[in-house]
């Protein structure tokens, strides 16, 4: 079961506290013999805060991270993937969110310690809340003057959070400009849901379907016993490679049209009730039956 995070597990992006009742679901669900993965457009560290709030329900799962550029399996964990963009991809793609008029931010490698690295400039009101609360729950925050000066050899991401008449041209250009090179992904900002959007650049074999692939693969799982749980656009290449698929209530109606099933509202214990479903054996049914 290849389980989302925001929107999804928890409430909002920064909610990092797993409930009871999705604990206890979760350990039901590793009891009955299932395999649970992480698959999140969150970081390592982000991550790490969200696992050990969940009381051991979550320790040593598989990880699918920052939207399938770091993919993590086994106790103590392995990677099977850390796919960084280049240096000159850097400068790029640095070149077309500055011409946008968008601040973006650079997610370092684990070479690098996982840092996040932007520009000191004052951003829009909703990236600047993201960035206030991640320095507050997660740190690793590096701010300097002139980004091109400081990119790394290598980065996992490049993103932002900006209004959708922003965040759309530039995910256009960026494909335009650098083709099959790189996987643009936009996904709903659920600060400020419905006009602002997360724009995130990656290696091109990037993906949550593509981490969620790999993962069952390393672990000997076939598609058909695969699931997918998610709330956003980011999922929807996650809902394709998986046997199944289920969109939650809180997700937008494209998402919830793409799934095979529609979970309660993550507020009404969605992922949960999933969980608890699979758990006992009743979801999902064989195809046919």
């Known amino acids: 079961m290849a ?25 039901s669900l590793r009891a009955a013999g299932h395999v649970l993965a992480l698959c999140t457009g969150r970081n390592r560290r982000s991550v790490a805060d969200v696992v050990g709030s969940a009381g051991g329900a979550l320790d040593g799962v598989p990880q699918v991270l920052l939207n399938g550029a770091m993919v993590l399996c ?3 964990p392995r990677l099977l993937r850390h796919a960084g963009l280049e240096r000159e991809q850097l400068r790029r793609v640095v070149a077309l969110f500055r011409a946008a008029g968008a601040l973006p931010m650079i997610f370092g490698t684990e070479d690098d310690g996982g840092d996040l690295l932007t520009e000191n400039i004052a951003p829009n009101g909703v990236l600047g809340t993201y960035l206030a609360r991640r320095r507050d729950r997660v740190g690793a925050i590096r701010m300097v003057d002139d980004l091109m000066a400081h990119l790394p050899e290598a980065a996992l991401e490049i993103g932002t959070i900006d209004r959708l008449e922003v965040a759309a041209p530039l995910a256009a250009a960026i494909r335009a400009e650098m083709g099959d090179g790189v996987r643009v992904v936009l996904t709903e900002s659920l600060l400020e849901r419905g006009s602002y959007l997360w724009v995130e650049v990656y290696q091109a074999e990037c993906g949550k379907g593509a981490g969620l692939t ?32 289920v969109a939650m209530g809180n997700a937008p109606p494209e998402v919830r049209a793409a799934a095979d099933r529609t979970a309660p509202h ?11 479903e699979i758990a006992a054996g009743r979801y999902p ?4 039956r």
């Open 3 to 27: 389980l989302d995070v925001d929107g999804t597990l928890l409430n909002t992006e920064f909610e990092d506290v797993v409930h009871a009742r999705e604990q206890a679901a979760i350990r």
């Open 74 to 76: 086994g106790d103590p």
């Open 214 to 245: 790999l993962l069952a693969e390393a672990l000997g799982v076939p598609r058909e016993r695969t699931l997918a749980v998610g709330d956003n656009y980011n999922d929807l290449d996650m809902f394709t490679a998986a046997g199944h698929s």
């Open 266 to 276: 993550v507020a009404d214990h969605g992922a949960a009730v999933i969980c608890e």
């Open 285 to 288: 049914q064989a195809r046919g």
